[in-house]
């Protein structure tokens, strides 16, 4: 037994050369991105915030700009061209249309619109003679006239469709369209 009364037990001794286990990591070997040269701990560098946000701020304005782009229209609603009546005039009275008028029509502006039109022969004591329908044109400044199915050949006492595409001017219009018919 030993003098200080404990059976086989013995008391550690410390040395000052060994040092004791710690749950502390050992500082790196390197200088890290919180860590000093001296191995002490230092707060994270402070970032600048206001460069975040406007960079941020930055590319929220590009996407947005890029969307108002695409998606909302970059002209004004297009203007209106108002038909208030068509006037037909014929130098030669080309089937008896000289003075007919027909309806009109609103449309947007750069437009174009299909039309007929029935056409009759000039009247005689009988009913109509017949006639042909060389050209239709317009006078009309800013209007043209395509499409349209000439000569058209009308039968006698028979009637026939004239048909024309009507192309609208670039700018707003209210009036009366005359289209000459030969």
Not at 60 to 85: D, K, N
Request: with cysteine; proline share 9%.
């Amino acid at each position: 037994m030993s003098s200080s009364g404990q059976l086989g037990a013995s008391s550690p001794t410390m040395s000052s050369e060994t040092p004791l286990p710690s749950d502390d990591p050992s500082p790196p070997s390197t200088v890290g991105p919180y860590r000093s040269d001296d191995g002490t701990t230092r707060a994270p560098p402070r970032r600048r915030i206001w460069l975040t946000i406007a960079v941020v701020g930055v590319v929220v304005i590009l996407v947005l700009g890029v969307v108002a782009f695409i998606f909302i229209p970059t002209t004004s609603p297009a203007a209106t061209v108002t038909v208030t009546s068509i006037a037909f005039t014929s130098p030669d009275d080309a089937c008896g249309v000289a003075g007919a008028t027909s309806q009109g029509f609103n449309v947007s502006t750069d437009e174009s619109l299909k039309i007929g039109v029935y056409m009759y022969g000039n009247s005689t004591a009988t009913g109509t003679s017949a006639c042909t329908i060389q050209a239709i044109s317009t006078t009309t400044p800013g209007f043209s006239i395509t499409g349209a199915d000439v000569p058209l050949v009308i039968p006698a006492n028979e009637h026939a469709t004239l048909s024309f595409t009507v192309n609208m001017p670039g700018s707003a219009f209210s009036g009366v369209l005359t289209l000459v018919v030969t």
